[in-house]
């Protein structure tokens, strides 16, 4: 099963390497992961999403935790979130094809960003699922490159996870923060 | 104060407290060696990196503090590795300190540069590459800090040599660490508290299994007041060995693969496990599948990644073992339990009979005689530290610990090779204490380049090599499942005497069971390094035994030609 984490970490040098590597370490398969920064300066963002069951899920954000550098860990599988994939896809087109290709864009409700004599470039947000759509009507047309940036993921409704990060700035838990069960705990 | 990098590491090891470091120095870390010469630290110079790596975990365990390693870049480094690991899997505080090419060159495979930070990521707790002077001084108070708190582990801080050869303003109070992704102090739910009471005052055939964490966290205490208010009897991991009295009447004795048989059987029928600071280890669960089955089990636990991870548990207790026992021992009921620790008397059947200690005296010298006359003679007093294998268990079942830290070995990773670095690191750290390594032929082969540091320093240890010819615990596999194909065990060996002599030790060499107590009072009266080889039978056998993977209760278990005999008839 896939599950989809949210995880804030420091924004220090190497570590993507740190988190990437304790999943490999622990011989979880990562889907994906995408890293960004956040409005916070000095806390980037991860999203990851590995294949595993409910109990790897515990250990995987356990783990995660353990790593000094890591400040927030939500397990958004469960609960109600936003997921997107974003997809480029190179398609082959013809004079012929072209406008078929520009309607099947329209339905799927994604763009063309680039036009050329032999070939257009699409582009679409949206779930995997929505993705994997589009790439199967667009495979009769020839597909001549794709890329997809991977799930990135937020919960719904005003909680805001990065709040629970506000006392990076800080540079330490203030003592107000240091029983708030959001907050990081590496041991 | 305006100071170089180099110096600045000095002075901050002082301000921590550190009054030893072990190391070899070489290019990267140079101008770090030439600041050390300013500053009251001794400076321990061992014959190879993975000594000092064990020797600065043979000093974390022995006194409660952090040890110190220092080395160069490249091979300095590497030679680090399995002492790290070592440290990392037995949650032993040290602190690494590497050399590393200047950072301008960093990436360019310069003259010893290895990416030793990432090497050692997943062995370390944290670690730390610095390349400015500037950030020296708060990478080595954080580095103290996560090493010795929460779970203690290894932490590695590789350390550029432009930045330790460049100045910079020095404030200690400036350098306050800034950890906010760290946070060790966790304390368990009070519902779980309610929880885990109700469950151990109404238990009728409980055992504490009580581990390394019992140790660490300073729980020896409150952990027999725990047991002996609650009658609640004690099997200890290996690890765990001397966190409770081992003649206390509440001891079971220690559980696991080559535990007594007695106690994995009490687990076995058990209706509660109080799992203290102990990690649900392979070595002491057997085949989790029929692990306990009866059992509810309570788990305390600092480290929140090891609560269901090999076993799942009704009650996760995560927090300070002390403070967690300390809170639960108020509202622990006494509860009249000696039904059931006399059915586990019971359980102990003809376990005597098929002690070594006890069969008929065959004129052979055995291992288990050695270390019950060592335990004998030094009145069980003695910090004993061993290396891995056959001896290793022998001495975790003759020598009785009565006290905490007075046995390091390496569980976790099993490293051969530890005890003699680890016995020095022991014996600078607690200079008052009878060090002994107990070491077995083969991993005495591994580390013995430390002989010389232990002369060149001046200090008194005691070496027990158990000399059995063989690399006897994976010969002992061979035995049980190889078909006694000993491929690559049998193990020639220098004579160790003339060994020991050429390094300027005393040393002697018995075979003979009636040469082994008076042999020992020598040693002990001798101020000065000994060696003693005792040359022990060489296809004994470690009994009981749990097959990896096997149930914990189906144990192979030594045949004795009394019981054996008797059942004949
Ligand atoms: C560094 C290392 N290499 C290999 C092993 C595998 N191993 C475990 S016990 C053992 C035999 C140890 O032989 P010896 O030191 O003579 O001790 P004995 O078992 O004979 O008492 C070996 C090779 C290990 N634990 N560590
Ligand atoms: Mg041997």
Known sequence: MLNTFVVYVENKPGVLNRVASLFRRRAFNIESLTVGHTDKPGVSRMTIVVDTDEQGALRAEANLYKLVNVLLVNNVTGGPAVMRDLAMIKVAATPETRSHLLQLVHVFRARVVDVAPESVIIEITGTEDKIDGLLEVLRPFGILEMVRTGRVAMSRGAKSAAAAVGGMAELAIPPEMRDDEDVSYSV | M??????????????????????????????????????????????????????????????????????????????????????????????????????????????????????????????????????????????????????????????????????????????????????????????????????INTARRPVILAGHGVIISGAMHVLRSFAEKSGIPVAPTLLG???????????????????????????????????????????????????????????????????????????????????????????????????????????????????????????????????????????????????????????????????????????????????????????????????????????????????????????????????NGYLGMVRQWQEFFYERRYAATPLLSPDFVKLAEAFGIRATAVSQRAHVVPTIREAREYRGPVLIDFQVEQEDTVYPMVPAGADLHNMIRRPSPIVETAQDV
Not at chain 2, 119 to 143: F, G, M, W
């Open chain 2, 2 to 199: 305006t100071k170089t990098g180099g110096e600045i590491i000095w002075e901050c090891l002082v301000r921590q407290g550190v009054k030893h470091v072990f190391g070899y120095p070489g290019g990267a870390i140079l101008p770090a060696y030439d600041a050390m010469t300013r500053y009251p630290i001794h400076h321990i110079l061992v014959r190879h990196e993975q000594g000092a790596t064990h020797m600065a975990d043979g000093y974390a365990r022995a006194s409660g503090g952090v040890g110190v390693a220092i080395a160069t870049s490249g091979p300095g480094a590497t030679n680090m590795v399995t002492g790290i690991a070592t440290a990392m899997m037995d949650s032993s505080p040290i602190v690494c300190i590497t050399g590393q090419v200047g950072s301008k060159l960093i990436g360019y495979d310069a003259f010893q540069e290895t990416d030793i930070t990432g090497v050692t990521l997943p062995i370390t707790k944290h670690n730390y590459l610095v390349t400015h002077a500037d950030e020296v001084a708060r990478t080595i108070r954080e580095a103290f800090y996560i090493a010795a708190s929460g779970r203690p582990g290894p932490v590695l801080i590789d350390i550029t040599k432009d930045a330790q050869q460049s100045s910079c303003e020095f404030e200690w109070e400036a350098a306050a660490p800034q950890l906010p992704g760290y946070r060790p102090d966790l304390s368990p739910e009070p519902e779980d508290y309610d929880h885990a009471l109700s469950l």
């Open chain 2, 241 to 467: 060995l001397g966190c409770f009295p081992a003649s206390h009447p509440l001891n079971l004795g220690m559980m696991g693969m080559h535990g007594e048989a007695w106690v994995n059987k009490a687990i076995q029928e058990a209706d509660l496990l109080l799992a203290f600071g102990m990690r649900f280890d392979d070595r002491v669960t057997g085949n989790v599948k029929t692990y306990a089955p009866t059992a509810k089990k309570i788990h305390v636990e600092i480290d929140p990644a090891e609560i269901n991870k090999n076993i799942k548990v009704d009650v996760g207790l995560v927090g300070d073992l002390r403070q967690v026992l300390q809170h639960l021992l108020p509202d622990v009921e006494s509860v009249d339990r000696s039904e059931w620790r006399q059915y586990i008397d019971e359980l102990k059947g003809d376990s005597a009979v098929r002690d070594i200690q006890n069969l008929p005296d065959d004129g052979h010298l055995y291992a288990a005689h050695v270390i019950n006359d060592l335990w004998r003679e030094t009145h069980g007093g003695a910090l004993v530290v061993t290396d891995v294998g056959q001896h290793q268990m022998w001495e975790a079942q003759y020598y009785h610990h009565e006290q905490p830290r007075s046995l390091i070995t390496s569980g976790g990773l099993g490293t051969m090779g530890f005890a003699v670095p680890a016995a020095i690191g022991a014996k600078f750290a607690r200079p008052e204490a009878e060090v002994w390594a107990v070491v077995g032929d083969g991993g005495f082969q591994m580390t013995m380049a430390e002989l010389a540091t232990m002369v060149q320093e001046k200090i008194d240890i005691k070496i027990a090599i158990i000399n």
